[in-house]
Structures are given as C-alpha cells and as structure tokens.
C-alpha cells in the first residue's frame, strides 16, 4: 500500500458583475461583497484517487452528470468523485425562489461547469508526496436554533440549552517540506449570516458568508497554493451564534422579531469566519502530520424512508412566526400557528444518499439529508474508529431529518417529507455496518468491536 498523494486547487465561481443583480436562493443580489469559489482535493494513494469538489453554493447545481465531467476532467472513476455545497445562503444560485430568471441561470450553470473542470484538473495535476493528520478543536460559533417560548410557541431562534456538536474537524495533508496543500474541515452551522439582509449601503449582496471567510483565513496565513475546504457538518437545527436578529416576547405570549441595522449580518459572518479561521489555524498547527500507509476504501448505499406530504389545502407557510417583524404594533391577542396536517405520501420514497469513506485512520461520513445534530453524533458514536466527521449536502434526497428527541419541535423544518424520529436507528446502524466494512482490514478497528 503505498504512501499518500494530494493537490487542490481553488476557481473563483462569481458571475461577471454586469450581470447583477443576480439571483440568489432565496433574493435578488445587486452587488458582491466577496467571492465564491469552488475547492477541489484530490488525495490518492497510488493505487485510487479520491476527488472532493466542494462548492460554495446553497444547493447542488442543477447540471446533468456533474459527477460524470468532473470525473472526466479529472481522469477518475466517476464514483471515486465526492460532490457537495457549503449550504451558503449569500450564493449566486442557477435557481430560485424569487424568480425565474432563465439567461442568468445558463450563464451560472456554465460558470459552475467551467470552474468545476478546471478545479477537478488542476487538484489532479498538483498531487505530490503528502504526509497526513486528523484533529479537532471546539469553535464556539455555532447555536442550536429550535426555541420555545415560554408560551410553547416554537420559533427559529437562539437555544443557548440546546445540542450543539462545536467540534472543528480538519484532515490536513502536507507536503514533505512540512508545507500545507489542503484542510478538509467539517462544522456544523447554517451559513446564514446575511441571510436575506441588506449591507450597511442598502443593497443585498453575495459572499461566501463565515464559511468562506475562514477558508480564506487559512489560505491567507500558510499562502502559497494551500487551499482550505469547508464541509457542511449536520445543521438542521444549528445556525451562527450571531444573528440578524433577535427576538422579543411578552407576557401575553406575544412574540416578534426585531431586525438588526443593515449591514450587521456582514459584520458578523466577517467576525465569525475569522474566528473559526483562527480556531483552524491553531488546529492545523497542533496536527502532526505521519508518512504512512494511507488505505482509502469507499462504500456507499441509499436508505430509503417513506414520504408523508401535506393534506391539500392545508395551512402554514415556510416559518411560522406568532406577532410580527418589527417593534410591537399589534396589541390585539396572540394568534396561535395553524400548523399544517400531514399524511402518507403512498407512492413516494425519500432516498437518502449513505456513504463512507475511509482515508488513512479516518472515517468520513457523506449523507445527503440534512441532519440535526443529535442524529450525527449518534452516527458518530456507533462507527467503531476514533476519528469521524459527518459531511452533508451531497447528492441525493432527505431534506431537513429531526431526531427522534425532537418530535415536539414544532419549527418550520418539522413539516417536510420525512417524519421526525424515523431515521435515526436506521441511519446509525447503517453507518456503523458501513465503517466496519472500510475498516475490515484493520487491526485496531476490529479490537474495538470486541
């Protein structure tokens, strides 16, 4: 078994700035306040390459067989390649929910296309001799954001008492001159910072929100051609410590939410994505990279669910929200959310996208649901190895997946198509049985099962 390989390579994703304003996810964006781009590692062995190509996107693009031209440009397997998105909400997007805009989204779809080949190729061609290294530290940036009321009225806000998983996980890889070429890091958070808010001059922008800003960190402070890669950990019930908002109750159970000034969401995805930056580069530098063996095995399944859907007809937008935005105008009493009915979906399966993959003593665990946290540090704590992450965002069904704890949760991501709590036993046992098949061969693996 040979030694390990890696290169990456960084392509910057911005459309060109005369086609703003540009469409996000979620709004149209007038102006850029930093770039997005798309990372890419290739870490081999000599004997298989893996080629992680992740976008600082909301969403995976809407493009036919990415994994196939990426794979093609890269000269791989196309199932040796790992696609995924950074979840980001301040994204260009080749879709959204404001509008349909269908010139600028081919024009997106082939920027993204372009900039994906040229990231797959170039990260292939600077593979080189790489030492290698697993950590962790805890990043104090993330909060659980399912809140009650005192009323028992659940909103999207900070739970300070709730779950949340701060560890920063990085798997760094070196040159033999002790040089960085790249570091996976994993967190969960939303990267919602600037969500749907103006900067300080009025105008919505696109940025690569904190998860951009603490790649850049990196790169800035070991230069070179290092490149830092970001992974969305499980979310679904995490967001950034610090909000665009906040929220006020009353003693009649009255809640509203209170907007910040424009322009506070940047300040605090600046804040935070240095922070986390910092919190990586103490860890990169903690992590003593080994020239050793490097085994990479991959497994991957799909577990599949049943679907539920709304009953027709009935009620409850996105959010629930009781009051309104803004100071407290309205005193007439409180109206309780109409939350909406929910029944089987009989001809529907949700397929959630299950795979893991083993490089040197680490398991990285890839699904495309989009977790509460609770699930994966359960998925976590049943791989018999030290070292995991869980990645999402990656090809594939699920959507938000609560656990079997949050139930009651009565928040927005708690009517979609899988019913809380059903996952849970399932995906961990699938994880663990997945693990234990990329580990089969090892020695130190095997002990633990014993």
Not at 109 to 126: D, F, H, K, P
Not at 164 to 189: C, H, P, V
Request: proline share 7%.
């Amino acid at each position: 078994m040979n030694t390990c390989l890696a290169g990456a390579a960084r392509i910057c994703i911005d459309p060109p700035l005369d086609a703003y304003p540009f469409p996000t996810n979620f709004c149209l964006c007038g102006s850029k306040y930093d770039s997005c781009y798309v990372r890419a590692a290739a870490i081999g062995n000599g004997e298989r390459t893996i080629l992680f190509v992740v976008y600082e996107l909301s969403d995976i693009p809407s493009i036919p067989d990415l994994e196939v031209q990426l794979a093609q440009a890269a000269g791989i397997a196309p199932e040796n390649v790992i696609l995924a998105v950074t979840h980001n909400h301040s994204a260009p997007n080749d879709r959204s929910k404001a509008g349909d805009y269908p010139e600028k989204f081919q024009l997106f779809q082939t920027i993204l296309l372009t900039a994906g080949r040229q990231a797959a190729t170039q990260a292939v061609a600077a593979m080189r001799p790489a030492r290698f290294g697993f950590g962790k530290t805890q990043s104090w940036i993330n909060v659980n954001r399912d809140l009650q009321t005192a009323f028992g009225f659940w909103v999207e806000g900070p739970n300070y008492a709730g779950y949340s998983n701060r560890d920063l996980s990085i798997l760094k890889f070196e040159d033999m001159q002790g040089k960085l070429i790249t570091a996976l890091m994993n967190y969960g958070a939303h990267a919602v910072c600037a969500f749907l808010q103006p900067d300080e001059d009025g105008i919505f922008k696109t940025s690569g929100n904190f998860p951009g800003i603490a790649c850049r960190f990196v790169e800035e402070t070991f230069g070179g051609d290092s490149v830092a890669i970001w992974t969305s950990g499980a979310a679904g019930n995490q967001d950034p410590i610090l909000f665009d908002y906040t929220w006020q109750e009353f003693p009649d159970g009255y809640v509203t939410k209170i907007p910040e000034p424009d322009g506070t969401g940047y300040h605090n995805m600046e804040a935070l994505g240095r922070m986390q930056g910092a919190d990586a580069v103490r860890c990169l530098r903690d992590i003593s990279a080994v020239d050793a063996p490097f085994p990479i095995v991959f497994e991957k399944t799909t577990v599949s669910f049943p679907a539920r859907r709304r009953v027709s007809g009935s009620s409850g937008p996105l959010g629930f929200r009781m009051g309104g935005v803004g100071p407290r105008t309205d005193f007439s009493p409180p109206m309780l959310p109409e939350y909406p009915e929910m029944e089987p979906d009989p001809d529907r399966t949700v397929d959630y996208a299950l795979q893991v993959l083993r490089l040197g003593d680490t398991a990285v665990i890839l699904t495309s649901g989009e977790l509460y946290a609770e699930i994966a540090r359960d998925m976590m704590a049943a791989a018999p190895v030290q070292n995991s992450f869980v990645v999402t965002h990656i090809p594939g069904g699920g959507g938000y997946t609560l656990d079997k704890h949050s139930i009651d949760h009565k928040t927005f991501q708690a009517f979609g198509s899988i019913a809380p709590g059903i996952t849970d036993e399932v995906l961990t046992a699938q994880t663990a049985q997945l693990v234990r098949c990329v580990f089969s061969d090892s020695i130190d693996a095997l002990s633990r099962l014993q």
